[in-house]
């Protein structure tokens, strides 16, 4: 089955520094990318999700980047603040519905 | 408003009990699944459903049998709980096919 790999586990930055995270995954069927964000005690809140036909998307500070070749998706917020202090986590889906396969997520901490 | 209900919020069981985990969704999805947030695990992909019928089983474990009485219900339940048990449980929604895949805030079970 679909194996994704979430690094790194912990970040810190600071306010209005960029934050990277980068998800592999296995499954070349693999077709539909989403980043979420959890806050404590919270569910998880949708950030973005691109289609394979989709390199790059951008939107409100957050830039999205998919590799299909090497399997690689990354998310940048830029210019950070402490409000985005939080655990983020990348999940992949076949078909965009059914089951999602999620990485073990990145527990995000900007320090103002 | 909340558009996923999951009750309770919190609860705790003892070892050997039964426990029934709620989920009611009020987006008029036709699909549901449960998914499980354990501390050492990346959040894993329980069930699906749709129409009110199981479409994929992905916990191999007999004691987790979900329970749709109505169309936007997806309840939980769970019997001999163990101490593994323990983790947030995540109801999730969507239209089949839709990229409005919601989850709903979870509910944290702690076995003792």
């Known amino acids: 089955g679909e194996q994704v790999e979430q690094r790194p586990p912990h970040l810190s930055v600071r306010e209005g520094d960029s934050a990277f995270i980068i998800c592999t995954y296995t499954?070349?069927?693999?077709?539909?990318f989403y980043w979420y964000k959890q806050e404590p005690g919270a569910g998880l809140q949708l950030l973005m999700s691109?289609?394979?036909?989709?390199d790059r998307k951008e939107e409100q500070g957050l830039t999205v980047l998919l590799n299909k070749k090497d399997k690689r998706l990354s998310l940048n917020l830029t210019a950070a603040h402490p409000g985005d202090s939080a655990v983020y986590f990348c999940?992949?889906?076949?078909?965009?519905?059914?089951?999602?396969?999620f990485g073990k997520g990145t527990s995000l901490t900007v320090i103002p | 408003d909340p558009k996923i209900i999951q009750k309770p919020k919190y609860l705790v069981a003892v070892t050997g009990s039964e426990k029934i985990l709620i989920c009611e969704q009020y987006?008029?999805?036709?699909?549901m699944y449960w998914y499980r947030q354990s501390a050492k695990k990346p959040l894993e992909f329980m069930f699906s459903?749709?129409?009110?019928?199981?479409?994929d089983n992905q916990t191999a474990s007999s004691r987790f049998q979900p329970q749709s009485s109505k169309k936007n219900h997806l309840d939980l339940q769970i019997t001999a709980l163990k101490p593994d048990d323990s983790a947030t449980y995540f109801c999730?929604?969507?239209?089949?096919?839709?990229?409005?895949?919601?989850f709903g805030s979870g509910t944290r079970l702690l076995v003792i």
């Open positions: 999730a929604s969507s239209h089949t096919g839709g990229s409005d895949y919601t």
């Open positions: 499954d070349s069927a693999t077709a539909y």
């Open positions: 691109v289609f394979s036909n989709v």
């Open positions: 999940a992949v889906s076949e078909t965009g519905y059914q089951n999602f396969y």
């Open positions: 987006l008029g999805h036709n699909a």
């Open positions: 459903y749709s129409y009110q019928k199981l479409m």
